[in-house]
C-alpha cells in the first residue's frame, strides 16, 4: 500500500515501458506512451465480481454458501465461521452422513448436507472409494458390517475409519461410535477376510444365502460398550470436524443454569450499556496483552449457541480470575456490556467454570417471612458482600410451604465474597443456609 505524501508538477516527461507487452498500452494524441493501465480495469472487474456474488447470496443463499463452504474445506477456521454464517441466515448445516453425504457440501431445501472433503484426515481416494461403495449397496449402507464389507481396506484404512467414526458419520446406521471403536479390529479382520473369500471365489454356504436375503449377517457380534459422553463427543468432533455438530456443548447446560437467568450474547445489543449482565458461553480465543502499568490484562473471543461476542478483562480483576480463563469450556461469565463502534462487548467482571459454580441458599418458610427476619437477613449479607467488585456468588432464597417451593435470585447487592464462609455465619445467626452445586 502506498500513501501520497506530497505532489509537485513536473510538467512534460517522457514514460517509460516497465514489461508489460506493447498491446498494453495506449498511445495518446500528443504521443505520450500510458504504459500498464491497470487501475480502472481491475477496480472494475472486481466490482462485477462483488455485485455477482452479492447477487447469489440474497437469491440462492443455500446454494451460494454451500459453494462457499466447498470451496475452503480445507481450513477447518473457515468452515467453522460460514457455517456460523449460514445459523444466522437460518440455514441448517447437517452433520456428516454415510448414506447421505457427498464429497461436497450439497444443498437440500433449506439445509446444507455437510462434505466430506472437510473432514480432517479423510483424503480424496478414502472418499471416492466411499462413493463407489455406496453405489455397490444400492445407494444406502444397511450397517457397519455392510460398509467396511464393501469399502477397499487398503485405501478406507484404519485411521480413515477411526476418523469417520469420530466424526459420527456412521450415526445415522450406529449410533454408539464407542463401540465401534472398541469393535474396530474384530470388524476389520472379518471384513478383510470376507473380501479375500471372494478374490479367490471361497464363497460358503452363508454367502449364497446372504446374496438372496440381504437381511442374513454374519457379520460378528460386538461386545456391548457405553457410549461416549456428549461432551467427548463434542470434543472429538471438533478435532475432526472444527466445531461439533450433533449439538452445541452450552445446551447441555443451558437448563441446569437456568436459575442464574442467563442472557445470550445475541441479546447484548438490545441491553443498555454498563449493565451487568450473565451468560452461559465459552471462551474460543485468548489473547493475552500488558496494559500501560505493565500488568497483564486479556482478549478473550466469547461465544454461545447464538453467536460470539469480544470480551476483556482488565488487569484489575486478571490476578482474581486467571485461574479460570480457559478455552472451550462450558463458563458462567459476569460482566458488564459495552458499545465499541456500534458493536456490543463485555467487560468481564468475574467468570467461573459452570460445574464449579456453588451458589448460596437460604431456606425459609412463610412463618420466618417477618420484617425482624428479613433485616437480620439483610445486614448479614450486606456484610458479607462490602465490595461489589468481588461479590460474584448468587444467593437465593427457597420459600417452602406445603402448596409449593418458591426459588427467589436475590439483587446483585446481596451476592456475596466467600460462600462457606456466608452459609456458616448465617447458621449460627439460625438459618438455614447451604451451597449447592448447579450440576
Not at 57 to 71: F, H
Not at 75 to 80: F, G, I, L, S, Y
Not at 384 to 399: A, E, G, M, V
Request: net charge neutral; glycine share 4%; charged share 30%.
Amino acid at each position: 500500500m502506498v500513501k501520497i505524501v506530497k505532489r509537485r508538477p513536473l510538467g512534460q516527461q517522457k514514460v517509460y515501458d516497465i514489461g508489460v507487452e506493447k498491446d498494453h498500452n495506449f498511445v495518446l494524441a500528443n504521443g505520450l506512451v500510458v504504459s500498464n493501465c491497470f487501475n480502472k480495469s481491475h477496480s472494475t472487474a472486481y466490482a462485477y465480481i462483488t455485485y455477482q456474488t452479492a447477487y447469489l447470496k440474497a437469491n440462492y443463499p443455500v446454494e451460494y454458501m454451500s459453494v462457499l463452504l466447498t470451496s475452503n474445506s480445507d481450513n477447518q477456521e473457515k468452515v467453522k465461521q460460514y457455517r456460523e454464517n449460514c445459523l444466522e441466515m437460518g440455514i441448517e448445516v447437517c452433520p456428516p452422513d454415510i448414506n447421505t453425504s457427498q464429497k461436497e457440501f450439497i444443498p437440500q431445501g433449506k439445509k446444507i448436507l455437510f462434505g466430506l472433503c472437510a473432514i480432517k484426515n479423510l483424503g480424496e481416494a478414502a472418499i471416492e472409494n466411499i462413493m463407489e461403495a455406496r453405489k455397490k449397496a444400492g445407494g444406502k449402507f444397511k450397517s457397519f458390517a455392510d460398509f467396511i464389507s464393501k469399502v477397499n481396506l487398503r485405501v478406507c484404512n484404519r485411521k480413515v475409519l477411526e476418523t469417520l467414526i469420530y466424526a459420527g458419520v456412521f450415526d445415522s446406521i450406529h449410533p454408539n461410535r464407542c463401540q465401534l471403536i472398541e469393535n474396530l479390529d474384530l470388524m476389520i479382520n472379518w471384513a478383510q477376510k470376507k473380501q479375500e473369500e471372494r478374490q479367490t471365489g471361497q464363497l460358503n454356504i452363508f454367502d449364497y444365502i446372504s446374496q438372496e436375503s440381504p437381511e442374513c449377517e454374519e457379520a460378528p457380534t460386538m461386545s456391548n460398550v457405553p457410549d461416549f459422553s456428549p461432551l467427548e463427543k463434542i470434543k472429538l468432533e471438533k478435532e475432526y470436524l472444527g466445531f461439533p455438530v450433533s449439538q452445541h456443548p452450552l445446551k447441555l447446560y443451558k437448563e441446569k443454569v437456568k436459575l442464574l437467568s442467563p442472557v445470550e450474547v445475541k441479546d447484548l445489543p438490545e441491553i443498555k450499556s454498563r449493565k451487568k449482565v450473565g451468560i452461559l458461553a465459552m471462551i474460543t480465543k485468548i489473547r493475552y496483552h500488558l496494559d500501560k502499568n505493565n500488568k497483564k490484562m486479556a482478549f478473550l473471543t466469547i461465544e454461545d449457541a447464538s453467536q460470539q461476542i469480544d470480551g476483556i478483562v482488565f488487569a484489575s480483576v486478571y490476578e482474581g480470575i486467571k485461574d479460570s480463563i480457559v478455552a472451550d469450556t462450558p463458563l458462567i461469565i459476569w460482566g458488564r456490556v459495552d458499545i465499541k463502534n456500534e458493536q456490543p462487548q463485555i467487560i468481564v467482571d468475574y467468570l467461573s467454570k459452570v460445574e464449579e459454580i456453588t451458589p448460596v441458599f437460604i431456606q425459609l418458610n412463610p412463618s420466618q417471612v417477618r420484617e425482624e427476619t428479613v433485616v437480620k437477613l439483610r445486614d448479614i449479607l450486606k456484610e458479607k458482600s462490602k465490595d461489589k467488585n468481588k461479590r460474584n456468588i448468587p444467593t437465593f432464597i427457597k420459600l417452602e410451604s406445603d402448596r409449593e417451593n418458591i426459588i427467589i435470585r436475590l439483587g446483585e447487592e446481596y451476592w456475596v465474597e466467600k460462600a462457606d464462609e456466608t452459609v456458616s455465619t448465617l447458621q449460627n445467626a439460625g438459618f438455614v443456609a447451604y451451597t449447592h452445586y448447579l450440576i
